[in-house]
């Protein structure tokens, strides 16, 4: 007998995108295995269908909507950051499908997605929207699901700290940029790296997932690098999300702290990102890992994906018994 086959349509393939294909067709055996029903990428959505890709041409399309509204595709995988990403998101959720997602900008300022964070729902997964190869989001969802968080600290935008690393080094801030485009650790226009916004939403989704409560990215206090990029010779710099719950109320921030060296947040260098919880009956936990680039960010995509296609066959078979 056959396997089952899950349909998947992915919308974007640049840095994050590619490398998530690419690691999807190299390991289709052994993801079939575990899953016990094979992966197939369906439908790939481009801005250039043209250009030469790893998935047959056939399954182009420069219609990213088509694939969020198509009742064949069983899981939307969405790696654009597209200003649409959201209604995409919502659209493909609204349908039936399961959706798995990069854009930490698009949920943190959506408050349907994040209703459905805080309702734990199996089809919206997020785990590369915010520490890329870091499953802290999957370990305060389901590990610490019984837990009482007290806190969260963490160095969540590998960028700014690649920029910092190379800045203590003694490189000028226009090198060090140049290697982070060059790397793929950066979009062509840094701007949410540098001005916090791109931490924000990640600990905007991180505070909502903890406490299950909706908070909105515009909620967070944020101060980028900007202001101590004169300084960052000194060493220890690093841009520092914080959130705290008071009550009923969360706050959180973004800035900018010199950190002491016994610090955890202090051992984030080039890439890593570091993430510590404080809950009431685990005490401190720390998370590190590689936290931008493409391999890092495939990881948590192809991680989330085997578990909303394990949602998507439960429906499948639902379906054939009926």
């Known amino acids: ?16 995108g590619s490398a998530f294909a690419e690691q999807l067709l190299a390991r289709e055996p052994l ?11 369906a439908r790939v959505a481009v801005r250039d269908t043209r250009r ?3 998935v047959p041409r056939t399954a182009l399309t420069d219609d990213a909507a088509e694939i969020a509204c198509d009742p064949d595709i069983d899981v939307v995988v969405e790696a654009s950051g597209a200003p649409y990403a959201a209604d ?17 900008q698009a949920v943190a300022r959506t408050p349907a997605l994040l209703e459905r964070l805080v309702r734990r729902d199996q089809r919206l997964w997020c785990e590369g929207a915010v520490a890329a190869g870091v499953p802290v989001v999957r370990a305060l969802r389901e590990s610490l ?3 009482e968080v007290q806190s969260i600290r963490g160095v969540l935008n590998g960028t700014s700290t690649f920029l910092l690393t190379r800045l203590e080094a003694g490189a000028t801030f226009e090198a060090a940029l140049a290697d982070a485009r060059a790397l793929g650790y950066t979009e062509a226009d840094p701007s949410a790296d540098l001005d916090g916004t791109d931490a924000a939403a990640k600990i905007a989704i991180l505070c909502t997932v903890a406490w299950r409560t909706p908070v909105l990215v515009d909620h967070v206090s944020v101060t980028g690098i900007n ?23 969360v706050r959180a921030t973004v800035a900018p702290e010199r950190l ?21 009956l685990a005490g401190a936990l720390t998370w590190s890992g590689a936290g931008a680039g493409g391999a890092a960010t495939a990881s948590a995509l192809v991680g989330d994906t085997l578990s909303a296609a394990r949602q998507a066959l439960r429906r499948l078979r639902a ?4």
Do not use: Y
């Open 1 to 16: 007998m056959a396997p089952p086959i899950v349909r998947l349509g992915l919308i974007g393939c640049g840095t994050v």
């Open 31 to 41: 993801l079939a295995r575990r899953l016990g029903a094979r992966l197939h990428l």
């Open 52 to 54: 030469q890709r790893l």
């Open 88 to 104: 995409w998101l919502r659209t493909a959720l609204g349908r039936g499908a399961s959706v798995v997602t990069a854009s930490k």
């Open 145 to 147: 699901a019984g837990e």
């Open 227 to 249: 202001g101590i990029l004169p300084f960052a010779r000194e060493g220890g710099w690093r841009l520092v999300a914080t959130a705290v719950r008071d009550g009923d109320r």
């Open 260 to 280: 002491l060296p016994n610090d955890p947040l202090a051992s984030a260098h080039g890439v890593v990102n570091v993430v510590e919880v404080r809950a009431s």
């Open 319 to 322: 379906r054939v018994a009926a």
